[in-house]
Structures are given as C-alpha cells and as structure tokens.
C-alpha cells in the first residue's frame, strides 16, 4: 500500500472530482457516510458524542457524519472553533444540521466522561504552525479522560516530519482516509494515533495506480501478493535451498540457537549453523532437524567449511552473538571475498563494518543489513531528526546496493532504489534481547527458498512481527520471550 504526502492526498481528491466526476461536497458526504459506518464499529449506539469542528474540510466531514450518526441514534452535539471562517463544504453542512444536534461554540464544554470526543479540527492539508487557539484545543482535548477519535489524523499532526507529541490530538482511535500517512509510524508522534483503521471513501484508483512515492505501508495483502505459491507435489528438500548461519560465541550462544530456530521455521530445505563445538551437541538437542559446523574455539576465526564449497549455499546469514574481536574482521573479509551472492548482516558483523570500513566495499550487491539505531548510528553517524534518519538510510542503501532493515516500530525495509517499506505488524514487547536473531534466521532462511533479498526482507519482518503480535495476545506482552516467537512463525 502506498503511503502518500499531504500533497498528493489533496491531489487525488481534485482527481476524483475532475474524473469520476463528482461534485466537492457530494464527495464529502460519502466520505461522512464511509467514516461513519467505521466509527458505528466501535462505538455503542446512543453514545453521546461531541463534535470539535475546525473550519475546513476535515470540520466540513465532521458535521455531515454528526448529521449521519444522529439518524443512526446516537446523541451528537457540535463545537465549533472557528465559527465565523468555515470553508464552503463547512457551511453547507452546517446548515444541513437536524435540530437534535445541538451547536454550541465553548470550547470548555465537556462535562462528563462518558462523552465520546470526536476530533474534526485540522486535516491533511494542515501545515505550518498550529495557532494558538488550536493549541488550547488540542491541549483540553489530551487533559481529559475521554475515549477520543480523530477523523484521518489527529489534529496538528503534520503528515510528515516535524510533530512534536505534545501539540497533536491523542486519539484512541484514528479513522484515516484512503492511506496510512508517513506520520503514523514515525516516533515523533505516531503514537498519538491510537487504533487505526484505514477508510475508503471511494476516491479514484486510477489516480493511486499512477502516483508515485517512495513510501508504502506493508500489510496483509501485499504480503500475499508476493509470496511463493504452494509447494509442487513432487519436489524435495533440495528444491529449497540451503542456509548456513555463522553466528554465536562463548556466553552468546543463545543467538545462534534463536536464529537457528527461525530459519527452519522459513521453510527451507537445510540449514546448517557453524558455531564454537562445545554448543553444537547442545544446538543438536534442540534442533535435531539442524545440521552443525563446530570450532574447537570460543567464537569462529576460521572459515567454516572450504572456501570452494561455500557456493553449495543458498544463502548465508553472519554476525548474532559473533563477538567483535579483532580476528573476525578477517573472517568476515574473506566470505564476502569468496561468497559473491547476497548475505544478511547482523549484529556483531554490522559493527564490524562499521569498525573497518574496508568491508564495506566488499559486500555483495542486494545483501541484507539488519542494524537496531545503535547500530545504524556507527554506520551512518547520529541524526538529529526522523527526516535525517530516513535520508542516512536512503544512502546508505543507494551507496552499497543493499537492503537496509532499519528495526523498531514499524520496521522499515529500504531497498537499493530507495523505496521505503514500513512494517504494520508488531508491537513494543518484541523490545527484548533475541528478537534480532529470530528475525535474521528467517530472513535467512527465505533467501535460501528462493526469495529475492527485497522480498525476503519484507516478508521475514511482516511475519516476524506478526508472531510478536500472536505471542502478546497468547501469552502476554510483558512475559513472552524472544525464543516464543519461533515456533508463532506461520509462513
């Protein structure tokens, strides 16, 4: 799903007007008839609910779905801020009003918690800087206890960059129009959002088909659309690839366990985990289905396997729990010397990158990274801003032709050409050690199946978050442990 700026939303509406074609306000109402059937989902009928109304399109919805709602039996009341500036659609709304909806102007008006706040200030046209009565708004609404929805975003919320949590509507729910925006899984304030449901309000497809942007939102659906057929009947374990996981070290043993674990749950044919030998009997015991290289060392110096037989791989993953010695920069040199196909590099092997430079010229074209920010700031420095991050990301992808993994909430996934991939799946409970490993197995794993790197990056993170997500609801956020989400992993 493609993740538009303001300007290109503000496009597509004037597009479905000119092409459908439709008039402005009758586009509006069924906008008001699509919001309202969402909101209708999640609160009870005859819930009283309070509308604040800005003076432009997002307050011009707002008073048609007040209108919709009070015929559905719910008991709907308007403040309006702005009385005496509203925009055409505002005031044709306005006066379409029934007499049971009361219209009122004190901002200061709620008196009672069961109230359900409905914010129809500012929409995505807004830019520049809230003014001051905006300000008083947004910050009575967020003092009060009350359940708040924001119609397509909350209220001060600049689509993009540059919001500041504390002056943006805290809603517990977000019904947005047609798109995610980019704001909602950024951290300056996604989180202001709440739920979020997407709403169609029937714009024109045309217009999303040819509009182009380097964001997109990574959901269920795209993920099915590129996502291998079924298995032919008469294939065999070789028809799937092999990985080989180096990773693991003395006291970090457990990454090699946790990646292993993942990686055959991507559904590859083999894999193979080369590890220090005084764990591979242990690794053996869990994952009698893994095959094991060991090392008479406490962490790997030596190249597992010959260096002509490691293009007997599908794929290689290297660096969860590797260590960062000094020696292992060699090690890393020559597999990317003698293993020209893409690699996935985590962990300790980012760091090493980021150590010796070197290395980076070496890496091969489409390889996977999977930095935390920790790790992405030795690569690409300290950014003083999400915009800054994302541009580091960007070029840093562009620079080596790689896929950078940038984890976090809503993980994003860039690719050589820049496009960015933002994860819907997830949740802050996978904030825990191990969850890295379990991700770098799997993508590992479907890179051995077949699965280009682009795809095997957005694939791994949207299943991986998806069974963070089935984890949280089964066992508890707080208690499942990284090693939970392995056996949650259903492809």
Not at 351 to 368: C, F, G, V
Not at 373 to 398: F, H, M, N, P, Y
Not at 402 to 407: D, E, G, I
Not at 465 to 479: M, P, Q, R, T, V
């Amino acid at each position: 799903m493609k993740i538009f700026t303001d300007r290109q939303h503000s496009e597509w509406d004037r597009y479905t007007v000119e092409h459908e074609p439709i008039a402005s306000i009758d586009l509006m109402e069924r906008a008001a008839h699509r919001l309202a059937d969402a909101l209708c989902r999640y609160v009870p009928q005859g819930a009283k609910l309070t509308f604040f109304v800005g003076k432009g399109n997002n307050g011009g919805d707002g008073l048609a779905m007040a209108r919709l709602l009070s015929r559905r039996g719910y008991v709907c009341r308007v403040v309006l801020l702005m009385p005496d500036s509203l925009n055409d659609n505002c005031r044709i709304n306005l006066g379409r009003l029934p007499q049971s909806v009361a219209v009122g102007y004190d901002l200061y008006s709620i008196g009672c918690n069961d109230e359900i706040l409905v914010d129809a200030i500012l929409g995505s046209g807004f830019v520049g800087e809230p003014s001051r009565e905006i300000l008083e708004a947004v910050h009575y609404i967020n003092s009060l206890p009350n359940y708040t929805v924001s119609i397509d975003l909350p209220s001060a919320m600049h689509t993009e960059f540059g919001n500041r949590y504390a002056d943006v509507v805290h809603a517990d729910l977000t019904l947005t129009i047609e798109s995610p925006k980019l704001a909602f899984v950024l951290p300056e304030a996604g989180d202001a959002c709440g739920t979020i449901e997407i709403v169609s309000i029937g714009l024109n497809d045309s217009f999303a088909d040819i509009a182009t942007t380097p964001y997109h939102y990574t959901d269920e659906a795209y993920i099915e659309s590129i996502s291998a057929p079924r298995r032919d009947k008469f294939s065999h374990k070789g028809d799937y690839g092999h990985t080989l996981l180096v990773c693991g070290s003395k006291g970090m043993a457990g990454a090699a366990f946790l990646a292993t674990g993942a990686a055959l749950r991507s559904g590859c044919g083999y894999v193979t985990t080369a590890l220090p030998d005084s764990y591979t009997a242990a690794l053996a015991a869990v994952y009698p289905s893994a095959l094991t290289i060991g090392q008479e060392a406490d962490f790997f110096f030596h190249i597992p396997d010959r260096l002509d037989r490691l293009d007997r791989y599908t794929s290689i993953a290297i660096g969860c729990g590797l260590g960062r010695r000094p020696e292992l920069a060699a090690t890393v040199e020559r597999i990317f010397e003698a293993y020209r196909k893409p690699i996935v590099v985590d962990a300790d092997a980012i760091n090493l990158l980021a150590e010796y430079p070197a290395l980076q010229r070496l890496l091969p074209k489409d390889s996977i990274l999977t930095p935390h920010d920790g790790e992405l700031a030795r690569l690409v420095g300290r950014w003083t801003s999400q915009r800054e991050k994302i541009e580091s990301v960007v070029r840093l992808a562009k620079e080596l032709l790689v896929v950078v993994v940038s984890k976090g909430a809503h993980t994003m996934v860039c690719l050589p050409d820049g496009t960015l991939w933002f994860n819907s799946t997830g949740n802050p409970f996978m904030a825990k050690a191990g969850s890295g490993d379990v991700l770098t197995g799997l993508l590992a794993g479907l890179m051995a199946r077949g699965y280009t790197p682009q795809d095997a990056a957005r694939i791994g993170v949207y299943h991986h978050g998806l069974a963070g997500d089935i984890a949280a609801a089964g066992i508890s956020g707080e208690s499942f442990c990284s090693n939970d989400l392995i056996p949650l992993i259903k492809l």
